[in-house]
């Protein structure tokens, strides 16, 4: 079994805050959930609509510290339809942490015309965070900022540097999944820098919490999910140990006021070198609103 070095003993209490973890109803995002709620936390689970409730969920077991939502980001308007829910309620958010994901999905389109990998990973969670960015704004304070996570891959690493490829049109469902996650880490850093310049207690870092057996691998052939299977238990980290990343980076002390890191195994780590590109996080950035029909700048300005 992998190492892991995270205590999430150490991490202080985070009572009175509020979360929403997108894709929180099964896998890493439940873990992820798990662990929010346990340091004290109030989470907002974003549910896939195929997505079955855990046995704690249904048993009420954390429905004290949960409340279950659905979202889909693959579609716009479901994103929208969440955010408007979400600000029904009149909660602050303290934690963002866009979780929810596909992995080699064969080729398809979403009902707004965008590739899956690129709608679910990217385009949707950009499309959450800059909804609920204003919120996140006024829950934050200089000596507690607000905090956006987002959980990227090493998968990025293969990705190329063509814009037009974000959208994967030559189709490969590794190199969809790769360049999905490529844009998280773009929008990431490029989102730091405007939070940065712009004076405001929130910060935007991504989490790589490494090779995780979840449900993402149901889409490989059948010999490689055998294959995954036999080795998973060897190899793979339970969801539980690649949460504790995550969770690390949306409560530790040691990153207040810290944004704009690639964290793996609790630790800041370079990301690959075209994740730095400024004019490429630039490109993504006036592309991304383009196709949103929002403003190219964030709405604090």
């Not at 994103?79 to 942490?97: E, K, M, S, T």
């Not at 006024?138 to 000596?143: I, W």
């Not at 773009?186 to 910060?203: D, M, P």
């Not at 969770?247 to 609790?266: D, I, R, T, W």
Request: net charge positive; aromatic share 8%.
């Amino acid at each position: 079994m992998l190492s892991f070095p995270i205590s999430l003993t150490a991490l202080p209490k985070q009572h009175g805050k509020v979360a929403i973890v997108t894709g929180g109803a099964r896998g890493l995002g439940y873990a992820i959930v798990r662990q929010l709620a346990g340091l004290g936390m109030h989470v907002i689970i974003g549910r896939g609509y195929n997505d079955t409730l855990p046995q704690q969920l249904l048993l009420g077991r954390l429905n004290e510290k949960c409340l279950v939502s659905f979202v889909d980001l693959a579609s716009l308007s479901s994103v929208r339809q969440f955010v408007c829910r979400f600000q029904a309620q009149g909660l602050p958010l303290h934690v963002l942490i866009n979780n929810a994901a596909v992995m080699l999905v064969p080729e398809g389109k979403t009902d707004d015309g965008f590739e899956l990998h690129f709608a679910t990973n990217y385009l949707g969670h950009f499309l959450l965070t800059r909804f609920l960015l204003d919120t996140l704004v006024h829950s934050g304070k200089d000596e507690a900022c607000s905090r956006i996570i987002s959980i990227s891959s090493s998968a990025h690493y293969t990705a190329v540097r063509d814009i037009d490829q974000l959208q994967n049109c030559h189709y490969s469902a590794h190199g969809a999944y790769a360049h999905s996650k490529l844009a998280q880490v773009l929008f990431t850093y490029r989102l730091q820098q405007e939070l940065q310049s712009s004076g405001c207690a929130v910060t935007a870092s991504a989490v790589d919490p490494g090779v995780v057996d979840t449900h993402l691998y149901r889409n490989l052939s059948t010999p490689a999910r055998l294959a995954q299977r036999l080795i998973a238990h060897l190899l793979f980290r339970s969801p539980a140990q690649a949460a504790a990343t995550a969770v690390y980076a949306a409560a530790s002390p040691e990153l207040e006021g810290v944004g704009g890191c690639y964290l793996y195994e609790g630790k800041r780590v370079s990301s690959s070198a075209l994740s730095y590109d400024v004019e490429l996080q630039a490109q993504l950035w006036r592309r991304s609103c383009s196709l949103l029909g929002l403003k190219s700048v964030t709405v604090l300005l």
